[in-house]
């Protein structure tokens, strides 16, 4: 799911604490080149805009406890809006624009199409089922050894005896 990473960053009531080395950079891009991309991830920010959204109205109460139906439905209703509106500016903006505006037009009908088939009710489901699967996975982390020679060993452990290996690649991305 397209934004995923937010997800690991929340804590019930604030963002959890994170350290910082080295340098980020997000690599260039064209957010409106391929409607199929905007279609692809609308969920996705549905969920972690919507959660992150109570994170600011409403801390005090925690995110959990405020993403029943009634915050999905004026969230999807406030999604739809944002939308409708950045496509309305697409279409007043000039032929001199730095975007091709058929392209974020597209892209943005992409995006109001996926949304249209989002219900309160499963964003309900997703979270009420991701939450459940955070506290499986911390449980069973927190019942790992607390040293392990190697990320081998360490991966291995992680997948239990007789089960197949887990396959990860270790990549440095390009100009880092």
């Known amino acids: 799911m397209y934004n995923e990473d937010w997800f690991y960053l929340l804590g019930e009531k604030t963002v ?4 910082v080395t080295g340098l980020v950079r997000q690599r260039p891009y064209d957010p409106f080149d391929r409607p199929i991309r905007a279609r692809d991830q609308e969920f996705g920010d549905v969920l972690a805009e919507g959660v992150y959204w109570l994170l600011d109205e409403r801390p005090e109460h925690g995110w959990s406890v405020a993403a029943d139906r009634w915050h999905w439905e004026r969230f999807l209703a406030r999604r739809r809006n944002f939308i409708e509106r ?30 249209s088939r989002i219900e309160p009710e499963f964003c309900v489901a ?8 955070r506290i499986r996975w911390e449980k069973h982390l927190s ?20 089960k197949p290996g887990l396959r990860w690649k270790h990549r440095v991305p390009d100009n880092l």
């Open 86 to 115: 950045v496509l309305r500016r697409v279409r007043e903006s000039p032929e001199t624009a730095r975007f091709d505006r058929k392209d974020a037009e597209a892209s943005l009908q992409a995006a109001l199409g996926r949304l």
């Open 126 to 133: 997703y979270l009420e089922a991701w939450l459940e699967d």
């Open 16 to 19: 959890r604490p994170l350290a």
């Open 143 to 162: 019942g790992l050894p607390k040293h392990l020679p190697s990320f081998a060993d360490a991966a291995e452990y992680l997948v239990g005896e007789g």
